[in-house]
């Protein structure tokens, strides 16, 4: 792809772009609305150029607000993987420290006509940035026509829900989805199943005892509410298999640690290499199943694990892809 530049003081020539600014958590059909549209302003140009997300990382309240910040949808490795499937050429880290915190919105933007001389900007009408969340939409369309910069607005994007419902779709909504366990609404706003992504580390091994052998899951994403899921788990060699999904505390053990747990359907285990723990595991959370419930006994344990795993069954058959094994 052929790129024109801008000239710098200096005299070296810069590249010019397109940009997006925001945390971008969770990459939902918002996100993917953003990057379409700077896609095809790009792409429409005399020469095309490249779409540049700047991805908030993590998010700034980490900083200014560390009992406020909001639990996460993706790592940062998800972000920049759908961003750049949306449409996006480069994502770029943008980590969040005081100094740049600091900045007004028009020494934030000066940076970034320095650094990435772009021709226009892509936003949402309830886009803030600078100190404070100073600037909004109108301060940015002030500030581009002073740089020469168009704005585009993009606007909001609804999804409805199972319920008829019409939500505006945003990283809140999603968060609030999920902490209710309603995982296909979720999916509705995201675009796509919910995916955690982990690493798999040692147990209480309960479920070896029981006769299905769980992989623990050690997460900074956020888990949805405690109950029992169908889901599919994408294994380190690039499988997906579906999978019974346990959220919460282990209440038939008396234990209160909410852990993260997933039954994976007809794999054997560990990898190839003999690792059993330490490695990456992606769980696309498909559908609620049931409630947590403690149980009087081990055995009608056992018996409802086996209902859950038949019921993973019939659930995923009907979101997975040809191929992956149920």
């Avoid at 908030?56 to 309240?61: G, L, N, V």
């Avoid at 007809?266 to 290499?273: A, H, K």
Wanted: charged residues 20%; aromatic residues 6%; contains cysteine.
């Amino acid at each position: 792809m052929h790129h024109v530049s801008r000239t710098t003081q200096s005299g070296t020539p810069k590249p010019e772009s397109v940009l997006t600014i925001g945390s971008f958590d969770g990459v939902h059909l918002g996100h993917a609305a953003l990057i379409h549209r700077a896609r095809t302003l790009a792409d429409a140009h005399s020469a095309q150029l490249n779409v540049v997300a700047l991805v908030f990382d993590p998010h700034p309240k980490a900083v200014l607000e560390s009992d406020a910040v909001p639990a996460r949808l993706s790592t940062w490795d998800q972000k920049a993987q759908w961003l750049n499937a949306a449409g996006a050429d480069d994502v770029i880290r943008l980590t969040p420290d005081r100094a740049l915190l600091k900045q007004s919105p028009e020494e934030f933007i000066d940076q970034l006509c320095a650094q990435y001389a772009p021709v226009a900007f892509v936003e949402g009408d309830d886009f803030r940035f600078g100190h404070m969340r100073s600037g909004d939409i109108t301060t940015l369309a002030a500030l581009g026509a002073a740089h020469g910069i168009a704005i585009d607005v993009v606007p909001p994007v609804e999804a409805v829900l199972a319920d008829q419902s019409i939500v505006r779709v945003s990283s809140t909504i999603a968060r609030w989805l999920l902490q209710h366990g309603r995982v296909e609404d979720a999916a509705r706003v995201l675009g796509r199943p919910y995916e955690l992504c982990g690493t798999v580390v040692r147990g209480e091994r309960r479920g070896r005892e029981l006769g299905y052998p769980t992989a623990n899951i050690d997460t900074t994403c956020l888990l949805p509410s405690d109950g029992v899921y169908a889901g599919i788990a994408l294994l380190p060699d690039g499988t997906e298999r579906a999978s019974a999904i346990h959220v919460g505390p282990r209440a038939t053990f008396d234990s209160s640690q909410r852990t993260l747990e997933a039954y994976v359907l007809d794999w054997d285990g560990p990898l190839p290499d003999g690792s059993e723990y330490g490695w990456t595991i992606n769980l696309r959370i498909t559908a609620f199943l049931r409630d947590q419930v403690r149980f009087d006994s081990i055995q009608s344990l056992v018996e409802q694990i086996e209902r859950d795993v038949t019921r993973t069954r019939d659930r995923v058959g009907q979101h997975i892809p040809q191929g992956v094994s149920i």
